[in-house]
C-alpha cells in the first residue's frame, strides 16, 4: 500500500485524506496521541497539538517508532487520548479485534479517527472488474458496520466524512478533468466518497453518587434481601 500511495491516483486520495482528517485531528487535545497507518510517508498527526505524538506500524518497513501486533497492543489499558487509524482495518485478518484493543487503550472521553475505503463507490466498484490494485485485497468496510462495531464498545460516532468521488483514474490529466465530480460530492454530501473518516468520542458510563441525610430523624431502612427465590420462599413458609 505504501508504493501504490505513491502513484497518481494514491497521492491524490492520500491528499484529499490529509485535507479532511487534519483539520479534526488539529482540534482533539490530550496527553499521548498514537497513529497507525498502512502508508509510511503519511503523518496526519504533524498538525496536532498534542506534544507526545509517537507511531506504530503493523509491517517492518512501515516507518514507525515500533513494530507491534494491532490485534494486541503492548499498551496499558485507558492511557491515549488520541487513536488514528488509517486503513488498517480494511488489511486486517482480524478488524473487530484491531478496533476492540484500539478501544481499550483509549481513556475514557478520548477520540479515535479511522479512515476507511468505502465499498460502494466508483472506487469500490473496480473490484467487481477484478482489478489488481492493492487498495482491492483488503476488507471494504462499510462504514455503517464499523459504526455498529464501535456502538458495542461504548465509541460514538460522530457524522461520517468523505472524500474523493471521482473515478479511479492513474492519470493525472484524466483525474484534473473530472474534478467537477469532486466538487459535486462534497456540495451534495453524497454517500459514495471513495473513503470515509469516522471521528469517535469514548463513553463511559459513571456511577452517580446518592447521599443519604444520616442525621435527619427518620433513618434509612436497612434489610437484608434474599439470595435467591428459593430462600425466600422458604422465610414466608417459616413466618406462616
Not at 40 to 67: E, K, M, T, W, Y
Not at 93 to 120: S, T, W
Not at 150 to 155: A, K, P, Q
Not at 179 to 203: N, T
Amino acid at each position: 500500500m505504501s508504493d501504490w500511495f505513491q502513484s497518481g491516483l494514491g497521492r491524490e486520495i492520500l491528499t484529499q485524506q490529509l485535507a479532511l482528517a487534519q483539520p479534526l485531528i488539529e482540534g482533539l487535545f490530550g496527553y499521548h496521541l498514537m497513529q497507525a497507518s498502512v502508508a509510511r510517508q503519511v503523518d496526519f498527526a504533524v498538525c496536532s497539538r498534542i506534544n507526545h505524538r509517537f507511531r506504530l506500524s503493523p509491517c517492518v518497513d512501515g516507518g514507525g517508532a515500533a513494530l507491534a501486533e494491532f490485534e494486541q497492543l503492548p499498551l496499558p489499558s485507558e492511557s491515549i487520548d488520541v487513536v488514528v487509524l488509517h486503513h488498517l482495518l480494511d488489511f486486517s485478518p482480524h478488524p473487530h479485534q484491531v478496533l476492540r484493543e484500539a478501544a481499550r487503550v483509549m481513556i475514557p472521553g478520548g477520540h479515535m479517527v479511522l479512515i476507511g475505503f468505502n465499498p460502494f463507490s466508483l472506487l469500490g466498484l473496480a473490484r467487481v472488474f477484478r482489478s489488481s490494485s492493492p487498495y482491492q485485497r483488503g476488507n471494504q468496510l462499510r462504514a455503517a458496520r464499523v459504526e455498529d462495531w464501535m456502538n458495542l464498545l461504548d465509541l460514538q460516532a460522530g457524522p461520517v466524512e468523505r472524500g474523493f468521488f471521482r473515478l479511479p483514474l492513474q492519470q493525472a490529466d484524466l483525474l484534473a478533468r473530472t474534478a467537477w465530480m469532486e466538487r459535486m460530492g462534497s456540495r451534495c454530501h453524497l454517500p459514495w466518497g471513495g473513503f470515509y473518516i469516522i471521528v469517535a468520542r469514548k463513553e463511559v458510563a459513571r456511577m452517580r453518587t446518592i447521599k443519604i441525610n444520616w442525621r435527619g430523624e427518620k433513618k434509612p431502612a436497612l434489610r437484608a434481601v434474599p439470595s435467591s427465590p428459593r430462600v425466600a420462599a422458604r422465610d414466608r413458609h417459616q413466618k406462616r
